[in-house]
């Protein structure tokens, strides 16, 4: 065998077929798609582009996103940590159910996370006539994108911590209790700085997911312009008007807050990789 | 200070971890918690710490019932088995932690805690460490810093879970001896958890043999040694050869085995009641010679020196069995004639 060749390693060709194949993979159905939206959206230059996204009704959508995004990713974020605290750390009655619900927004469309609201809050929901009584709209209003947008995106924060935390163990905790620490004091001085790259990992997933998703608020929205239309949703309805080059300009505003998400986790999982300290 | 613990019990699911163990300790005692693993010595050290609850029983330090105080009100220091170091902070952040978290009014100022973290890093010969992460020191120095953090609250009962359980042998004879020297130089009072009997016999001032979640003997090395409370006990310490006897007619006979029976007077633990028992002899309490022509009632397997004497293993009719004599008396494969100087023997309960 030649030196420097792993004996675990395949033949050279092979493993050229195999990375060949996962680049081509790889360039059709990510890199083509982001290219298609990118150009689609400078078709015809900057100008109608730009005049796209500062349309009253996309600013709007914009708004909406980000307040969407700005009110769901701390919610998970407190959410996520106390659900991966409890699961990682202790033993209950109920731990598997509750794992079991961590994991459920996974494991139904979205389209569900959305009608569970319209069963719960619309007209003809469950509490529809008491809030219609108190004139109090959830569907087809602000809240509603909450809710579905909580509901859908509550895993990602839990199901990064939960490996790390059970991994780490309650050492560390009960050495800080032995010391004197209160609970408020063990959670800021010991278990929060040992989780705090894979929080922010998980944040910054649960953020894409916050601004991107489609399915769920599609069926909370009700499509009002200026008022409960999402970017995702905005797109949406300017596709269908055939307005290409507004659709994917806001597609492309969309997909770089996206990819600046990504980026900015990347960055951090390097920084854990070199096992950075405090 | 002194501790107290009375009629202790706790259960995890089928498995009873603690037996209805009473123990007292006096005030500056160091007392090791000796036992196999699963008797229960981790679970008793917990106990006391607060980081677990008994299901029964009272804990008391200095009279005071601990049942209803939470862990960090108890002022324990607990060195944890795997250090359990604040993986993000530095050596002296580590040590610092428990000043650092005390209520403003008994928090001492900065440059106050500041000096005593450097007096405890200078008196466990690790101030070159302070600014050093715990990856980045070795297995025994982390075991300074995780003492080193547990006193910094100059805690009124120190617990150390096997302290010396994850460092290799040479590092722990060092250790040890410190450790020793510490304890009463600080004038603490320790319990250390430990299953290694050599240990227990050379640091404590009195060991708690458990068994099952018992406490099966509380006394002094010496005396545990000498007087060994049962046939667990005998069995666990003093690498004693286990034999199968029976008493009967004032004498200890070994049968089946080919040894000459034990008169009762020449025993140092003796069963009650006639019957079947278990016969501990220990290396030392060997008669051995060469076997002259037809006589003979074992064979020397192998021989290894150790300090002036010659341990050996012999071959008595398939059990073997360790025993001690000067060098040079027998070569391997020889036969010789072995009988039992003394024997410690317990009734054989089914």
Known sequence: MAPGVSPTAEPRWLRRLLIGAAALLLGLFLLLPLAAVFTEALRRGWAPAWQALSEPDAVAAVRLTLLVAAIAVPVNMAGGVAAAWCIAKFRFPGRSLLLALIELPFSVSPVISGLVWVLLFGAQGWFGPWLQAHDVQIVFAVPGLMLATLFVTFPFVARTLIPLMQDQGRGAEEAAATLGASGWQTFRRVTLPDIRWALLSGVLLCNARAMGEFGAVSVVSGHIRGETNTMPLHVEILYNEYQFVAAFAVAALLALLALVTLAAKTLLERGTRRGLPA | ?350
């Open chain 2, 1 to 350: 200070m002194s501790l107290e613990v009375a009629q202790l019990s706790r259960r995890f699911g089928d498995a009873q971890a603690l037996r209805d163990v009473s123990l007292a300790v006096r005030g500056g005692e160091f007392v090791a918690l000796l036992g196999p693993s699963g008797s229960g010595k981790t679970t008793l050290l917990r106990v006391l710490a607060g980081l677990d609850f008994a299901d029964a029983g009272t804990v008391r330090i200095d009279g005071r019932d601990m049942s209803a105080v939470p862990a960090r009100e108890r002022g324990i220091g607990f060195v944890f088995q795997s250090y359990a170091l604040f993986r993000h902070m530095s050596v002296f952040e580590n040590i610092a932690f428990g000043l650092r978290v005390r209520p403003r009014a008994q928090r001492p100022p900065r440059a106050e805690i500041a000096r005593r973290v450097e007096a405890l890093l200078g008196r466990m010969g690790i101030a070159e460490l302070a600014r050093r992460l715990p990856e980045q020191i070795s297995g025994g120095q982390r075991q300074r810093v995780a003492l080193a953090r547990a006193l910094a609250i100059e805690p009124r009962l120190l617990l150390l879970d096997e302290p010396f359980g994850a460092l290799d042998a040479e590092v722990r004879k060092g250790l040890r001896r410190w450790l020793r020297a510490l304890h009463a130089e600080l004038g603490l009072t320790s319990l250390f958890v430990t299953h290694d009997q050599e240990e227990a016999m050379e640091l404590a001032d009195r060991v708690a043999v458990m068994q099952a979640g018992a406490v099966v003997q509380f006394d002094t090395p010496a005396a545990i040694l000498d007087r060994p409370a049962s046939a667990f006990v005998a069995g666990f310490l003093g690498h004693a050869a286990r034999l199968p006897a029976r008493l009967s007619a004032g004498a200890l006979h070994f049968d089946p085995l080919p040894l000459p029976p034990l008169p009762r007077a020449a025993l140092r633990a003796t069963p009650e009641a006639e019957g079947p028992a278990v016969a501990f002899v220990r290396s030392h309490e060997w008669r051995i010679r060469p076997a002259a022509a037809g006589e003979g009632n074992a064979t020397l397997l192998h021989a290894r020196r150790s300090g002036g004497r010659e341990q050996l293993e012999i071959d008595l009719a398939g059990q073997v069995i360790e025993a001690e004599a000067a060098p040079g008396l027998l070569q391997p494969g020889q036969p010789c004639v072995v009988e039992a100087v003394t024997a410690r023997a317990y009734a054989d309960k089914p």
